[in-house]
């Protein structure tokens, strides 16, 4: 077991929504992959800073709505129509008019299900403990401060050079966090 | 989605070439909308042409103005950033509410001395008339159309007024007085757009109940008028007006209001269908009988997916809404499926059973005439207004928020050096 090991990563803090930004260009520049941003706030542009790209969530959310769409219309053809034939106002058995607003309810549940589900597989979560909660430090996320973390399982990683680059990008305080 | 929107844009693009073109377009329009209007004068069913076409064209271009009064409202309301660099286009878009005042003209015409408006005549009218006559009768629609441009007149104008004296002194003053007439405006505008749209629209048939027409129109007005700015600012920004303050990020959030108001007009052109068609009532269900017969029944169904499903499955990815291979084509077919709307709405209400090839011909190049006449002037409008003042606000409080700077506040700076 070598002194890596022990660490989940490297850890920097930022007081200003833009100093945190130019830092995370700079560590996108790098070519760091398993790296991530913590801000108490959402921060318009970070996503671009970062060099995300679009997340694979909507994925999930189309194929949910999707099912929740047609799955409702079978659903109400199969009860009112096809099982259990029921006249309600002169109107058809099965009508697209009718049977609209279900089925719209039931894309946006199956949408929202299909984000839920996706966001928590893509994430890999739940998961029961992150190194970063046991940071003294890096509980000010969630008042005023800004962090980067690039773990040690980066590829690019290097303890003095991300260190380095850390600094470089104006961080006053870079910390080694323990796993 | 082979070209999309960068941060860098190729070459400037110079459209000075260009700029006679919007007098050409309304003068020759002009002249087709006049030879609609003079071989109207003898003939009634070329009249019902010339008056169908032309309210059309006239509800059409409202809408860009209501639509972009709309959005000027709400950004103060929300105190939005986004739309601040986009501000003054709108701002120039509905002031130009006095001119459509202007072609409204003629439609108050139609209605003193013409029959488009069935409410206009006394013979044989049912309960409905007498009941809606207090609403419907020529004194009250005179009076309410005079008010209801006064209104948006005042409320535009004022708006802009704020808006230009904030560019020279950068008061915070200017953005209260903008906020104030925000506040009241948008209870002003959601009435006098219902107005607008019962008075000149549905008044066509005025049987016909229908509580949401207000926001119907509302829905399509706003939802064409974004697809009119995401063009245009994709313009001044080619031509260098608005290069330096409008990001890709301005145009994510135009498409993604565009997509929204796609869903949003979806919903409530199928919530009025959809309560006329469950309640089944002959007094309201007439009014889409008569849009099920002939062509119209192709029209209505072209308007459930070309409104709706196209836009809408063509923008639901987001980066769709940066990809001009997408967007720009999305632009012009917003055009025409809002204007394919307002006909849906206009023109089956004349009775067109008479009518032969030759109408509806003419009915074609009164529809171009009217279209072009008004489309060449709010151009010709919004160009001169574009030339004489800055393309953007220019000491909007959230100026440095947009381009996404970060301005220390005066007090932060103030206590920090108080601190050392």
């Known amino acids: 077991m070598n002194g890596e090991d022990l660490h989940y990563g490297i850890l920097a803090e930022f007081d200003t929504p833009a100093a945190t930004m130019a830092a995370a260009e700079k560590v996108r520049d790098q070519g760091y992959s398993r790296w991530d941003v913590h801000s108490p706030f959402p921060v318009h542009g970070m996503d671009e800073a970062m060099g995300l790209k679009n997340s694979q969530v909507g994925w999930f959310a189309f194929l949910g709505g999707a099912i929740g769409f047609f799955g409702g219309n079978l659903m109400i053809w199969y009860m009112n129509s096809f099982d259990y034939g029921l006249v309600v106002g002169g109107k058809p058995l099965y009508s697209a008019f009718s049977s609209f607003p279900v089925c719209y309810e039931m894309t946006i549940l199956f949408a929202a299900f299909g984000s839920l589900f996706g966001m928590l597989i893509l994430n890999r979560l739940p998961r029961l403990h992150h190194p970063l909660l046991k940071n003294r430090r890096f509980a000010q996320v969630t008042h005023d401060k800004f962090y980067v973390v690039i773990e040690c399982d980066d590829p690019r990683y290097d303890q003095d050079d991300t260190h380095a680059l850390l600094r470089e990008a104006g961080s006053r305080h870079v910390e080694l966090v323990r796993d | ?420």
């Open chain 2, 1 to 420: 989605m082979k070209e999309s929107i960068g941060a860098n844009d190729k070459g400037r693009l110079d459209l000075s070439g260009w700029a006679h073109w919007p007098d050409r377009i309304w003068q020759g329009g002009a002249a087709l909308a006049a030879l609609g209007l003079v071989a109207g004068w003898f003939s009634g069913g070329l009249m019902d042409a010339f008056a169908a076409t032309y309210i059309v064209a006239f509800m059409f271009y409202l809408s860009l103005v209501l639509g972009s009064l709309f959005l000027v409202l709400i950004h103060h309301l929300f105190d939005s950033y986004w739309l601040v660099p986009l501000r003054r286009l709108l701002e120039h878009l509905s002031c130009q509410a006095g001119i459509m005042g202007l072609f409204f003209v003629p439609i108050l015409g139609i209605v003193l001395f013409g029959s488009a408006y069935a409410w206009t005549q006394p013979e044989g009218q049912d309960h409905s008339w007498h009941v809606k006559s207090i609403m419907y009768n020529p004194v009250a629609f005179t009076i309410m159309s005079a008010l209801l441009f006064g209104v948006w007149h005042w409320l535009a104008n004022g708006l802009r007024r704020h808006s230009l004296a904030q560019d020279n002194t950068g008061a915070a003053a200017a953005t209260h007085a903008m906020r104030r007439y925000a506040a009241g405006g948008i209870f002003v505008f959601a009435f006098t757009l219902t107005l607008g749209a019962f008075y000149w629209m549905k008044s066509l048939e005025h049987q016909w109940f229908s509580t949401m027409y207000g926001v119907y129109y509302f829905a399509g007005s706003v939802w064409v008028t974004l697809a009119t700015v995401y063009v245009l600012t994709l313009v001044l920004r080619r031509t260098g007006h608005l290069a330096k303050v409008v990001s890709p990020s301005t145009f994510k959030d135009i498409g993604t209001l565009f997509f929204a108001f796609t869903v949003f007009y979806a919903y409530i052109a199928f919530s009025q269908y959809f309560l006329i068609w469950n309640a089944n009532i002959p007094e309201e269900t007439y009014w889409y009988v008569k849009r099920d017969q002939g062509l119209w029944h192709g029209v209505g169904l072209l308007l459930i997916f070309g409104h709706f499903f196209v836009p809408f499955l063509l923008m639901l990815r987001i980066d769709a809404k940066l990809s001009l291979t997408v967007m720009i084509p999305l632009g012009a077919w917003a055009w025409l499926m809002h204007y394919t709307d307002m006909s849906f709405n206009v023109i089956p209400a004349f009775d067109w059973s008479q009518a032969g090839w030759s109408v509806k011909l003419f009915g074609l190049l009164t529809a171009v005439g009217a279209m072009a006449l008004m489309g060449g002037a709010l151009a010709r409008f919004l160009l001169r207004d574009l030339a004489a003042h800055p393309p953007y606000p220019q000491r909007d409080p959230r100026n440095a928020e947009t381009l996404n700077v970060y301005v220390e506040p005066l007090s932060a700076r103030s206590a920090r050096s108080s601190e050392e």
